[in-house]
């Protein structure tokens, strides 16, 4: 049966850190400081950040004095940085203690505290092994830390990014990372869990904001705030609708004259916005998980322009015997001049959306904005014009 703390811990884990702020405020600093501490230490500092300053202050009173002081301590890094994720040290010893006396400290520590590994550090702090607790227990009573600890252990830096943070653990599947400054100094740990928890975080919320949705909107968002986050967007989506709606308004006379054109519109649309979409995807990929290094960005580019080329060709022919067959149908006498409209037009909207699929968001990054929040919305507009915009260019051009 469910208590009213796990009831709290579950209602600020379905919610982002702005409601899961305001729902903490609301209990005492006791229960808030008992629902912090379990949470995901990323999740735990984002929540925090939102706290106003008595009901945070109020929490933090009730929190073990190391690990108030190593929060205070994480939040002197970035954000997405490994630092932000630091838990505090719990089981560091010296090299020339005793596995007798270590095990009855463990034992001790156990107590307040899960351990995994035990770190030893020399009178600096500096990190000089790492105690596995199997081979601690398989000692003998009066054998030296210094001989059973793992020496030069991996470690994490605390400024390295999320992101690059990955890329190195990928192949080193420990339960637990030490982090250590440039000097060597133990500093914290990060669990490996929580690394991964944290990138998947990040990488859901990017999804969101391509099409306007908040990092931190979940199913338990109130109402009015998910209105009142999503609507800008669309209204500034519906700015790019109106460009897209003036190009087809340039060639009314064209539509006029020969209304069947209006059946491909969406058609073209809809094929050109996928091509983009996909390129968009991979690029915003790369640059998630590190792939895209500098100087591949003309390789990425040129790869998207190739793939919507030949996508481009192939749908085209499809499209242009979809639409001979339609303009015969209806006793159209340029039917096959129609059918070459459409796969030109094709053609040329794949290529289009494929080099702007990569182009956009590496633009977007070269100058400092977010590609995934700012990317979509630009696409989408590129997409539309350049499809309607050619589809019924070459139909005014070609058919008598």
């Not at 081979?135 to 252990?153: E, G, N, R, T, V």
Request: charged share 20%; aromatic share 6%.
């Amino acid at each position: 049966m469910k208590t009213s703390s796990d009831s709290l811990l579950d209602a600020v884990s379905e919610r982002g850190a702005h409601d899961a702020a305001d729902l903490l405020e609301k209990v005492s600093g006791e229960d808030a400081a008992k629902v912090l501490q379990q949470l995901n230490p990323m999740v735990a500092q984002q929540v925090m950040a939102e706290m106003e300053e008595e009901p945070r202050t109020a929490a933090m009173n009730f929190v073990p004095l190391h690990k108030a002081r190593q929060w205070a301590k994480n939040r002197e890094y970035p954000e997405d940085s490994v630092g932000w994720l630091m838990e505090a040290p719990v089981a560091v010893f010296k090299p020339e203690a005793t596995a007798r006396d270590t095990i009855e400290e463990v034992r001790k520590l156990a107590k307040k505290a899960f351990i995994t590994y035990g770190y030893i550090t020399d009178d600096k702090d500096r990190l000089l092994g790492l105690l596995v607790m199997r081979d601690l227990m398989l000692a003998a009573p009066d054998a030296k830390l210094a001989d059973i600890m793992i020496s030069d252990p991996f470690t994490l830096d605390p400024e390295m990014e999320l992101t690059d943070a990955m890329k190195v653990v990928v192949n080193k599947h420990y339960p637990v990372y030490p982090i250590c400054d440039k000097g060597g100094v133990l500093l914290g740990l990060v669990r490996g869990q929580t690394l991964f928890e944290a990138r998947a975080i990040e990488i859901s919320a990017q999804v969101g904001s391509m099409v306007g949705v908040e990092r931190e909107e979940r199913l338990s968002t109130p109402f009015l705030r998910s209105l009142r986050f999503r609507h800008p967007w669309l209204q500034i989506n519906l700015v790019t609708c109106f460009v897209a709606a003036a190009v087809v308004g340039v060639f009314q006379g064209t539509l006029d004259r020969m209304v069947l054109l209006a059946v491909f519109l969406p058609v073209l649309a809809g094929q050109s916005g996928n091509t983009g979409c996909q390129a968009l995807a991979v690029a915003l990929r790369g640059m998630t998980l590190g792939d895209l290094k500098a100087g591949e960005e003309r390789k990425l580019v040129i790869k998207e322009g190739l793939l919507g080329l030949f996508n481009g060709m192939l749908v085209g022919v499809s499209a242009g015997v979809g639409m001979w067959v339609y303009a015969r149908m209806n006793h159209n006498p340029s039917a096959f001049v129609l059918a070459c409209v459409v796969w030109l037009a094709m053609t040329a909207s794949c290529v289009v959306s494929g080099l702007s699929g990569a182009l956009i968001p590496l633009t977007l990054r070269k100058f400092g904005a977010d590609p995934a929040t700012a990317s979509s919305i630009f696409l989408t507009t590129a997409t539309d014009v350049i499809s309607m915009g050619t589809f019924l260019g070459l139909a005014t051009l070609l058919v008598p």
